[in-house]
């Protein structure tokens, strides 16, 4: 262990002006830093939050860590299947992914991407780096990157010239020059599925620049660190503290019940200076702060249980070598799934000897489902039969009889505690705070400094 100064830049009309100096520790062998800038009092505000269901059902939701990284997870339909996807861009049974990454920059501090943040189950799904060789020969470069000290990704050897600005890494071939209309950034990641531990993390680039000989090595390590909030998967609805800087206001959380989900981070109360600043106001007003998370926000909503599913007419497919039945939620208005895109959705159905459930999932997934279970949101069963109905059949009910109901595995809260006026003989029988208690909970940590008088 060595220690070192570390020079922080502000800048000011494009020049960059030295603003302080930090004293570091690093490493003696690498002289890399060690994770002193993750500390998390370096975090500049932290909220009361909750997690949330998302409601989009689209396929683009990820847990990866990062920034979104504008390629989906596929080669086009003209190419080879991607080799670790093995899905096709356009191909229809192939729905694309979003991933997000981490770009990695050389001289970055003190840069917004010094430090990764993200919560329990996210992962790294792919990384960004822009590759100019520092080497004044032409040389072989390979680049690795280094989880915690394991490597778990190698891309290269790639043939550099001196000085040369070679551009992203990772790039395909099959995207050269391809417009997919994703974005000018469409091959700018390198794929990954690393998960990452709860608490600090370190990540290394290690670029290698190899001429030939003795005299022509170069090894380089950019190094980034990545903190990793909560312990376990949190639940649904939970009330939290977590970092501001965690609330991109996208499905960005996963929440790993029956099958992973993902949530969004709904604010209750802050920005807060500290996180103990935080933590206070979620202790001291917990009552109502737990209450206002169970019963008022972020309901249950949009759900659509006001169809039949089973037999009303049946129509071949030809691709799956069934007959896909659907019912009626009124006349000329046919309906062949259940679930909904917001809410858990609990089912039970007795069906035919020749009646099947296939269930779909929010990324396109397909699988067998049973007769009763739990439906997450955006996940949809649809009834098929093995055999063309004929409803002349004396044993149609046996073969492809259906019935069956499906509802809100946790119904939305009609009895909010919250109201204008509880004590007003026309407010509501469950409202026992008004709306101005609730406003009076501190919001900053000024607010909380004036109410507790300067403390």
Known sequence: MSVGWRKLFNVKDGESIISSFRLFLRNAATRLAYLCDCCPCDEKGWSVIMLCPCTDCGVFDSAGLGYDAVFPETYPSSGDPHPESGRRMWDDESPRRLVRAIEIRENGWPGTDACISGVHGQYISAIKYYLVSHADFDASVSIDLILNGTTIKTIGPI?????????????????????????????DVWYINANVNSGLNVLDLKITYDGGDPDHQLVRTIRTGIRIYLSESPNMRDVLVLPSSLNNAGCEIPIIDDVTIMARIHTLKGPFDTKADAEYVRDAWSTMINARAAKCECQPGGCDFGHTLGYDFAWYVSE???????????????????GCDTAYVEYSVDKGTNVLLRKVSADGTVSHAAATGVLAPCEYIGAYATSEPDPDDPDFNAKWGFSGDHWYRDPPSNDCPFCEDPNDPGADPACIYSNDEWDAIPNSSAELEELLGGE
Request: aromatic fraction near 14%; avoid cysteine.
């Open 159 to 187: 043939s550099v010239g001196a000085n040369e600005e070679y551009g992203w890494i990772g790039r395909s071939v099959l995207y050269e020059g391809y417009d997919s209309g994703a974005g000018a950034e469409e091959s």
């Open 320 to 338: 799956l070598g069934l007959w896909a039945l659907d019912g009626y939620g009124g006349v000329g208005d046919p309906r062949g799934t259940w």
